[in-house]
């Protein structure tokens, strides 16, 4: 069995249909739509290396957790002064570091899952299972119980429902026969759970991919032995016990096929990769609709050599990505590549990027809404030996959000659900705007007063709710981990809370005009203020590119937001749009309303990948670029009757 075992978790995002309903107090109810169909969350066409640190000799990440757009855990193994011992890899959302804390315990970390920013779970093994918890500040060991006679053990994967609530999968040799076992985590500590026996075992048995939609829903997959004459297994977790899957499984591939990762959207509904055993080897993925396995039809396969899928990441029925690696005809070494599902076929996509000159392998795979999905392996140095290899690819936004003074939440497109609003409650000062988390699973409400109104995945941290202020509160802006966030007053003043740091403020400083809105970094470590004849003020790391500020404006400034790349945008009333910085290198234009004329002044805008949405107080969208392969318009109130104006929108 080779120590470069390639296992892996996936904390796989269940995706839902929305419709869209209307109730009282402009709150924006969501409901599974029957029959109802959504554009791919999935637009993964442009990866690029994401520079996984280097450790010690020969490494290797082979399971990988996004829990949020700024914080990634990488699972595989590494050389050390003493063998070959476990590595963890943390992602801050710019660079990976190699965690510290990890002992020396001769062993391979196989599977992580998050369940948040502050909770993972690693697991493992090689003579013995591992796991390691990750509790927001550092890694600590946790004790694995272990069947009576277990001479041999490891924990092949791993999902976390809830931070108290997860399930792993592991193999051993008990009393000389293979059998598999499950283990619990409550919070606390890891307790053993039932398994079934697995069929045609042979001389092992390895787990390789999990994924819980649930605390009483999970699958999980893998291979009854990996010298080529086994077959593939799957097991159901119903809650109190894990019972084989394996309806239809394996009728039609050959001995020696595996399934390496799986993902699922609800209980019926699964896509499981891996490769089917043959000359050459080929791309296998099977789906599961609950009851019964399928081969799917139709799986991009390479020309020439052999091909394996190694991670899959659904975020609906109708996207999915999947990461593996082939043989080119033109040379011994594999290389990496991605494919993508879009409801009907998978289709082969672009590709990871080859590092060095040979052996550029993929392992594992996560998505996170709205942001990228990211994909770790190894690559060959000199030596021979490996390094870890980490690449990521955008994801298309796929919605938005836009709120009311009143604090009415209207959400449209699949990426970006209804998750709570003050509609209909009396509040003590009107809401100004909104911040949602980088993961688009939770957002904030923010009132002239400071108050904050959480929800979803956002946290609670502090709000200006009841202190004097010397100017109302206008804008908000939630840090990239979204561990935290910043309130800005018209005056410049800023209020900081949770892991937002504070850099500057304009408070107690002559204004020409007042503040309107500010925007973080993409790191989180600056900011940006706007005033309304568009000056700029700049804080932390936050690059200076230009403004308006001083320059005759046909509308004043309503609002800013910072693309993924280098600079910024800012929007005028009348929908006008200026980039900074200008000409090559900047953000680019793509288009405005500003010399159109509108029902409603604009009040906000939301860049996202390849373009950005502005709307206007009635709630009407306008969506640039515009036409063929502009971006998605999902719905807006543009001529609906509202309780009281649009202030905000964010996506």
Not at 73 to 88: K, M, P
Not at 179 to 205: D, M, R, Y
Not at 567 to 583: K, N, Q
Request: aromatic share 10%; charged share 10%; hydrophobic share 35%.
């Amino acid at each position: 069995m080779s120590r470069f075992r390639s296992v892996r978790v996936l904390a796989g995002a269940a995706g839902i249909v929305l419709s869209l309903t209307i109730t009282a107090g402009g709150v924006l109810s969501t409901q599974a739509g029957a029959g109802l169909t959504s554009p791919p969350l999935v637009s993964a066409t442009s990866w690029t290396n994401a520079n996984a640190a280097p450790a010690s000799g020969a490494n290797q990440l082979q399971g990988v957790a996004c829990p949020t757009s700024s914080f990634c855990v990488g699972v595989g193994i590494q050389n050390s002064s003493t063998g070959f011992d476990s590595l963890i890899e943390q992602w801050n959302g710019s660079t990976w570091s190699v965690a510290s804390g990890i002992p020396a315990d001769h062993g391979s970390l196989s599977g992580v899952s998050c369940a948040g920013p502050t909770f993972c779970l690693a697991v493992g093994g090689e003579s013995t299972a591992l796991s390691y918890l990750w509790n927001g500040s550092s890694w600590a060991a946790e004790s694995v119980p272990l069947p009576p006679g277990t001479t041999f053990s490891i924990l092949g994967t791993v999902s976390c429902p809830a931070i108290n609530l997860c399930e792993a999968f592991g193999a051993g040799d008990v009393i000389g026969t293979p059998e598999v076992f499950g283990e619990q985590w409550n919070g606390s500590s890891w307790s053993l759970t039932s398994a079934a026996i697995v069929p045609f075992s042979g001389q092992a048995i390895t787990p390789y991919g999990m994924d819980c939609v649930s605390a009483s829903d999970c699958l999980t997959v893998g291979t009854t032995d990996n010298r080529g004459d086994g077959e593939p297994f799957a097991e159901q977790w119903n809650g109190s016990t894990w019972s084989l899957a394996n309806t239809g499984i394996g009728a039609e591939l050959a001995l020696g096929s595996v399934l390496y990762g799986v993902s699922c959207v609800g209980g019926s509904w699964c896509q499981a990769v891996g490769v089917s055993a043959g000359s050459p080897n080929r791309n296998l993925i099977e789906s599961w609709n609950g009851t019964q396995w399928t081969i799917e039809p139709g799986v991009p396969q390479p020309s020439g050599g052999n091909a394996v899928l190694r991670g899959v990441d659904c975020f609906s029925a109708t996207s999915c990505s999947a990461i593996g690696n082939q043989m080119p005809t033109s040379g011994p070494s594999p290389v990496p590549f991605a494919l993508e599902w879009n409801g009907t076929s998978w289709a082969a996509v672009s590709s990871p990027p080859v590092q060095g000159t040979v052996n550029t392998t993929l392992l594992g795979e996560t998505c996170v809404t709205d942001w990228a999905c990211m994909a770790v392996g190894s690559y060959a140095t000199p030596g021979p030996s490996f390094d870890a290899y980490a690449a990521w690819a955008p994801i298309a936004r796929s919605g938005y959000r836009f709120v009311a003074s009143d604090g009415g939440v209207f959400a449209y497109g699949p990426g970006a659900p209804f998750l709570g609003s003050t509609g209909g409650l009396a509040l003590n000062a009107p809401v100004v705007g909104m911040g949602v988390m980088p993961a688009g699973d939770g957002y904030y409400l923010v009132a002239s007063d400071g108050g904050i109104f959480n929800y979803g995945s956002a946290q609670f941290d502090g709000s200006t709710g009841g202190m004097h202020l010397n100017q109302p509160v206008v804008g908000m802006a939630v840090t990239p981990n979204g561990g935290g966030y910043w309130l800005v007053a018209s005056d410049g003043g800023i209020f900081n809370y949770g892991d937002a740091q504070f850099y500057g403020s304009r408070g107690g400083q002559p204004l020409n005009k007042p503040i309107v809105g500010m925007a973080a970094t993409p790191d989180g470590k600056g900011y940006y203020l706007v005033a309304s004849d568009g000056g700029i003020f700049n804080y932390g790391d936050a690059a200076f590119h230009g403004s308006t500020g001083g320059t005759p404006l046909n509308k004043p400034i309503v609002g800013m937001d910072v693309p993924t790349a280098g600079g910024y945008y800012l929007v005028a009333s009348d929908g006008g749009i200026f980039s900074f910085p200008t000409g090559p290198g900047g953000p680019p234009f793509y288009g405005s309303t500003g010399s159109i004329t509108l029902n409603k002044p604009i009040v906000g805008m939301a860049a996202v990948q390849g373009g950005y949405y502005l709307s206007g107080s009635d709630g009407g969208i306008f969506a640039f670029p515009t036409g063929g392969g502009g971006l998605p318009f999902y719905g807006s109130t543009g001529g609906m009757p509202l309780n009281k104006p649009i202030v905000g929108i964010a996506s």
